[in-house]
C-alpha cells in the first residue's frame, strides 16, 4: 500500500457492532503494513472498556462521543446493553443527536480523513459529501440479512410476509409466524422519525461502497444479490476475527472442572450477552440439559424479574445433577473454554462472531437462535452448509421444549448418529477451507486494494483473492434432524473437496 489513509468509523452503539469494528481496525493496520490509521468514535464508558483490544494504539484512536440523555432511557445510557430491546428506538436517537460532534470530530482529526465507516448513521454522508470523503456502509452481519430484507414484500393482511421470486435461497429464511414478528422491528421507528427499513435503505443507498463481514465461500449468491440491488461496489471483509490469545491460560478453577470428564463429554452453552430469557423458557433449556445426563456448562443471565441464577434455577435441580453441571452468570474464557479437550459440543445463540468462532473449533455445534438475524446465520449453518443442528421450535410462539432441546444435543453427540457423522464430517471440511493459511488475510488484503481504488475513483471490481477455493456446493440438508435435499441455489465444488462433502 502506497498512500496513508485515515478512516474514521462510527458503528451503531452497540458492543456487537463496536468490537467488530475495533477488530477490523486492528486488521487494517496490520494488513496495510501500518499505513491505516483509525479513529474509532464511540460512547464514553465503552473506551476503557475496550482499550485492551486496540492492538495498535499508535495508530488506532478509539475517541470517546457524548451520548446525549433521551427519555425514556436510563440515566447514563449510551449503549445497547445499557437498555432493554424496547427502547433501542431512542438509543437511535440519541446516536442521531451525535451528528454536531462527529462532525467536528471528522473536521478535526489529523491527518485529514480518507474514508468514513458507518452502519446505521446515514447522515454521515451529507458530512462526507460537504468535505469530499468516500463512504462505506460497512455491516457487522451477514450478507443473508442484508438480503432478505431487500426481499420481503409486504402481504395484504400483514400476516408472514413473501419474498421476491429473485431471493437466493428457501431454506435460509425465517420460519413461522413467532419468527417473522422478531423482524417487525424494521417496520417500526427507530430514531429521529425514520422507520428502521428506511434508515438501512439510506445507510446502503447513500455510501460509496457496501462492506460485509462475510466470505463468498459461504454467501456467495446473497453477496451477488444485495450487491446487484443496491448498484454499488460490495467489499467483503472476511470473518476478520482477532487472534485467539494462546498466552493467556484457562482460569484453573475451570480447567479443573473440565478436566473431570472424558474427552469430548461437556456440552457447553453461551448465549450472548445481550439475551435474557423469561424464567419459564430459562428452566425448560436447563431441564433440557438435565435430561441429556451429560456434563454441562451453561453461561446465561438470570432470567426476567430474577435477581439471581440461584433463585431461577427449576426445583431440586442442583441436587439431582450434582457436580455434572454448572450454571454460571458471569463472564468465561470463552475460546479457551472451546479449545478444551473435554468440550464436545457447543449451543450458540449464533451471533456472527460466535457462528463464526464455532466453525473454527473442533466442536459439535448446536444452534438456539432468539434475535431474527441470529436466525438467519443458523439457517446458514444448519440448512445450507449444513455443520450444526438448530433446535425445533413450536413455530407459532417459538417455545423451546426440553425434549426437542435435549434431542438436538443428542443428535450431534451420539457417535452413532446419522446427523451427528453429516455434520461432523461437513465441519471438518469448512474448517479446513476457513483456517486455510492466507484465507482470511486473503480478503483484508483485497478489501484494501478496493479502499485505494476507492478512493482513486477507480473501479472497485470487490474480486475473491486468487487463491480461494470456489463457493462450495449446498450439502445435503437435514430438516428436523432428518437428511433431505436442499433447494439452495447451488455452486461449484473445489475439486480437492469434492470427496469429503456430504
Request: hydrophobic share 40%; net charge negative.
Amino acid at each position: 500500500m502506497g498512500e496513508q489513509f485515515h478512516i474514521v468509523m462510527y458503528p451503531w452503539l452497540h458492543l456487537g457492532h463496536i468490537i467488530p469494528y475495533l477488530h477490523f481496525a486492528n486488521k487494517l493496520a496490520e494488513r496495510s503494513g501500518h499505513k491505516i490509521r483509525t479513529t474509532l468514535l464511540l460512547p464514553k464508558k465503552a473506551v476503557p472498556q475496550l482499550n485492551h483490544m486496540n492492538l495498535h494504539p499508535s495508530l488506532i484512536s478509539l475517541h470517546p462521543i457524548t451520548i446525549p440523555h433521551v427519555d425514556p432511557l436510563p440515566l447514563g445510557a449510551e449503549t445497547a446493553s445499557d437498555v432493554p430491546p424496547h427502547l433501542a428506538p431512542h438509543l437511535a436517537t440519541a446516536m442521531d443527536l451525535t451528528r454536531p460532534e462527529v462532525q467536528s470530530t471528522i473536521l478535526g482529526v489529523q491527518p485529514r480523513a480518507t474514508l468514513i465507516f458507518y452502519d446505521i448513521a446515514y447522515w454521515v454522508n451529507e458530512i462526507a459529501s460537504e468535505l469530499g470523503i468516500k463512504t462505506v456502509c460497512y455491516m457487522p452481519v451477514c450478507a443473508a440479512c442484508q438480503a432478505m430484507a431487500i426481499a420481503m414484500r409486504p402481504t395484504q393482511d400483514n400476516a408472514v410476509p413473501e419474498l421476491a421470486p429473485e431471493y437466493p435461497s428457501t431454506d435460509v429464511v425465517l420460519r413461522g409466524p413467532a419468527e417473522w414478528r422478531k423482524i417487525s422491528l424494521r417496520t417500526s421507528q427507530f430514531g429521529s422519525g425514520l422507520k428502521f427499513s428506511e434508515r438501512t435503505r439510506r445507510s446502503k443507498t447513500l455510501c460509496d461502497a457496501i462492506g460485509l463481514r462475510t466470505c463468498r465461500e459461504i454467501e456467495g449468491a446473497f453477496c451477488d444479490y444485495v450487491s446487484s440491488h443496491f448498484g454499488k461496489p460490495l467489499l467483503l471483509s472476511g470473518p476478520v476475527l482477532p487472534e485467539p490469545n494462546k498466552a493467556t491460560p484457562l482460569d484453573p478453577e475451570w480447567a479443573a472442572w473440565l478436566g473431570r470428564f472424558g474427552r469430548g463429554s461437556v456440552v457447553f452453552c453461551t448465549l450472548g450477552s445481550q439475551m435474557t430469557l423469561e424464567k419459564e423458557q430459562f428452566q425448560e433449556l436447563l431441564l433440557g440439559f438435565e435430561m441429556t445426563k451429560m456434563p454441562f456448562l451453561v453461561v446465561l443471565k438470570a432470567p426476567s424479574g430474577c435477581a439471581s441464577i440461584d433463585e431461577a434455577l427449576p426445583e431440586g435441580f442442583q441436587e439431582r445433577v450434582g457436580d455434572r453441571g454448572v450454571v454460571h452468570g458471569g463472564w468465561v474464557q470463552q475460546p479457551q473454554i472451546l479449545s478444551h479437550p473435554s468440550v464436545g459440543c457447543f449451543v450458540s445463540h449464533c451471533g456472527l462472531g460466535a457462528l463464526w468462532e464455532s466453525l473454527m473449533s473442533e466442536c459439535q455445534i448446536v444452534l438456539l437462535p432468539q434475535a431474527w438475524d441470529h436466525i438467519m446465520n443458523a439457517r446458514i449453518m444448519a440448512a445450507q452448509m449444513k455443520v450444526a443442528v438448530e433446535v425445533e421450535k413450536r413455530e407459532e410462539d417459538g417455545w423451546v421444549s426440553k425434549e426437542s432441546f435435549c434431542k438436538a444435543i443428542k443428535a450431534v453427540m451420539d457417535e452413532e448418529s446419522e446427523v451427528g457423522c453429516l455434520v461432523k464430517r461437513n465441519h471438518a471440511t469448512w474448517r479446513e477451507v476457513i483456517t486455510r493459511q492466507g484465507f482470511m488475510d486473503g480478503y483484508v488484503d483485497n478489501f484494501i486494494k478496493d479502499l485505494e481504488r476507492l478512493v482513486a475513483n477507480v473501479e472497485v471490481t470487490a474480486e475473491v483473492p486468487s487463491d480461494h477455493p470456489e463457493p462450495l456446493r449446498e450439502q445435503t440438508q437435514h430438516s428436523s434432524l432428518e437428511p433431505s435435499r436442499s433447494s439452495t441455489r447451488p455452486h461449484k465444488m473445489p475439486p480437492h473437496l469434492q470427496d469429503y462433502v456430504e
